[in-house]
């Protein structure tokens, strides 16, 4: 069973450029979500789908920021423009169920993200 | 904040002794679970506990949870180097509409 699948692994962009982070989640999993990892704040939730459709975004921290689900097998964090505060790694996790809870969630190896 | 908190922050043992690692929440939850994150990779899935159940095995690990003071355990027996790596806790706290992550706790083990 191929596991989330992130892409790029890494990437170094100037301030100021748009960013797109792509999520591929593992078959059959109907919850994705969105994390944001940092020394200084850990690992937070950006946005939670359920089915295709954006559950939760209250961790968006700003318009800079949005996400899409247009399939299943497909989800996309854009950021336009970025800033070097934007500097983090970007995980992509999918679990099945509804809950966004009380299952397991599978991680990607996620995206590392350098803002210059 | 009703993040799950870690305690310690970080270990360092020796390779075949026991590592414990403890959480504490601030809120009532429905279930808690810990994960794994080795270096530059995501975070592995280990154990997940309901709030009605005291203890959980998995091979080496054995999870606890005590309701009544918001705590819960995980207990790494007979420690290999692979196990280095950060332990994560992470809990529904009670009505957050999202899973919660504590800090985490880095855990060391010298061969």
């Known amino acids: 069973d191929a596991g989330v699948i992130q892409s790029p692994r890494h990437e170094v962009t100037e301030m100021g450029q748009e960013v797109t982070l792509r999520c591929k989640p593992i078959s059959g999993h109907n919850s994705l979500f969105w994390y944001r990892q940092t020394m200084m704040r850990g690992l937070e939730l950006l946005i939670y789908?359920?089915?295709?459709?954006?559950?939760?975004d209250s961790g968006m921290p700003e318009d800079r920021f949005s996400a899409k689900m247009p399939n299943a097998s497909f989800s996309t964090l854009k950021i336009q423009p970025s800033e070097p505060r934007d500097s983090a790694v970007y995980f992509c996790?999918?679990?099945?169920?509804?809950?966004?809870?009380?299952?397991?969630?599978?991680f990607g190896d996620g995206t590392r993200l350098s803002i210059l | 904040s009703q993040q799950g908190e870690e305690d310690p922050q970080a270990l360092s043992i020796q390779e075949g002794e026991n590592a414990t690692m403890n959480c504490s929440y601030k809120?009532?939850?429905?279930?808690l679970q810990w994960y794994r994150q080795n270096s530059g990779r995501g975070l592995v899935h280990l154990i997940l506990i309901r709030s009605n159940e005291r203890e959980k095995h998995s091979g080496r690990l054995r999870v606890t949870l005590d309701t009544s003071k918001k705590s819960s355990s995980l207990l790494i027996t007979a420690s290999r180097a692979a196990d280095t790596a950060s332990y994560f806790c992470a809990t529904d706290a009670g009505g957050a509409q999202k899973l919660v992550f504590g800090q985490g706790t880095r855990l060391t083990i010298n061969p």
């Open positions: 789908f359920n089915n295709n459709v954006p559950i939760d």
């Open positions: 996790a999918s679990s099945r169920g509804q809950s966004y809870s009380n299952q397991p969630q599978h």
């Open positions: 809120t009532s939850i429905n279930n």
